[in-house]
């Protein structure tokens, strides 16, 4: 019976070792999965960054010229072209001589 009540307990220390190795070997696992994903939430948040700024240099891009463009543009040039607009808009769309009161 000593005998039989070694061989189990050895059996048993053998199945114990073996599931605490497993167990270590999942846990390693997990840390690699979890690492891999840091990893790739910070290069999604790089590329996040870089398409924020090309998205920026491609507005800047796109209205810069317009800006400098209505920067440039002289005031009286402005009144000038808003009286011949009130002296034309009447000629092209007379119902907007039309105005409530």
Known sequence: KLDKAKQELKSKDGALRK???NFHNLEDKAEGKDQLCKAKEEKLNELENQLSSKRQSYNNLVFYPFTLFCLQIDPMQVVKLEHKLKEH????????LHTEG
């Not at 808009?89 to 907007?96: E, H, I």
């Open 19 to 21: 599931s605490v190795e």
């Open 89 to 96: 808009v009447p000629l092209l769309w007379p119902s907007l």
